[in-house]
T-cell receptor
Framework: AQSVTQLDSQVPVFEEAPVELRCNYS??????LFWYVQYPNQGLQLLLK??????LVKGINGFEAEFNKSQTSFHLRKPSVHISDTAEYFC?????????????FGSGTRLLVRP | DAGVTQSPTHLIKTRGQQVTLRCSPK?????VSWYQQALGQGPQFIFQ???????QRGNFPDRFSGHQFPNYSSELNVNALLLGDSALYLC?????????????FGPGTRLLVL
């Protein structure tokens, strides 16, 4: 079975500073990895996903993530954050080999960008 | 192009009642998944529908049931509501069953059980 750990429940950062949101997963099989963002009172929006190939994945709004198989991590980064990036961020995993699939989510990290 | 839509947006029920939530998938999508998101938690998978059949189910009791219609829209039914069923219920749609396909989420239905 797969699981996802997001160790940081909240990350405060000043505007224009860099940020890294950590995600570790466990799985006995190969996985696909996703980062979603949830703004207040809204659904989830896909930021980026790793399927295969290059381990550095670029997404929307200037975010990127790096897949590290040996460390079973998929950390999300942005070099310079804006106030508008304040939101909840969820890392998710799904197994490659399932005939059907479900997303397993972490508990989320609240990014709080301060002026 | 309309994205995933859900109705109603908010709902208040009392313990023991039954509720039906509705979801229309994004155009071109044939698979619908339902998730429960409790306050301060990540979404938890309830079940998934494809070709009008439940294909996979998470760790939810039989009080949670669903249906998919020929137009790919879907309903989530919850019977004998408990206080703990209070949550945001999210619907997600995608093309087919491959795990690599992106799931697109609706805005959710916020259910409060009193």
């Amino acid at each position: 079975a797969q699981s996802v750990t997001q160790l940081d429940s909240q990350v405060p950062v000043f505007e224009e500073a860099p940020v890294e949101l950590r995600c570790n997963y466990s799985s006995s099989v190969s996985v696909y990895l996703f980062w979603y963002v949830q703004y207040p009172n809204q659904g989830l929006q896909l930021l980026l996903k790793y399927l295969s190939g290059s381990t550095l994945v670029k997404g929307i709004n200037g975010f990127e993530a790096e897949f590290n198989k040996s460390q079973t991590s998929f950390h999300l980064r942005k070099p310079s954050v804006h106030i508008s990036d304040t939101a909840e961020y969820f890392c998710a995993v799904t197994a490659r080999m399932d005939s059907s699939y479900k997303l397993i989510f972490g508990s989320g990290t609240r990014l709080l960008v301060r002026p | 192009d309309a994205g995933v839509t859900q109705s109603p947006t908010h709902l208040i029920k009392t313990r023991g009642q039954q509720v039906t939530l509705r979801c229309s998938p994004k155009s071109g999508h044939d698979t619908v998944s339902w998730y429960q998101q409790a306050l301060g938690q990540g979404p938890q998978f309830i079940f998934q529908y494809y070709e009008e059949e439940e294909r996979q189910r998470g760790n939810f009791p039989d009080r949670f049931s669903g249906h998919q219609f020929p137009n790919y829209s879907s309903e989530l039914n919850v019977n004998a509501l408990l206080l703990g069923d209070s949550a945001l219920y999210l619907c997600a749609s995608s093309r087919g069953l491959a795990g690599r396909e992106t799931q697109y989420f609706g805005p959710g239905t916020r259910l409060l059980v009193l």
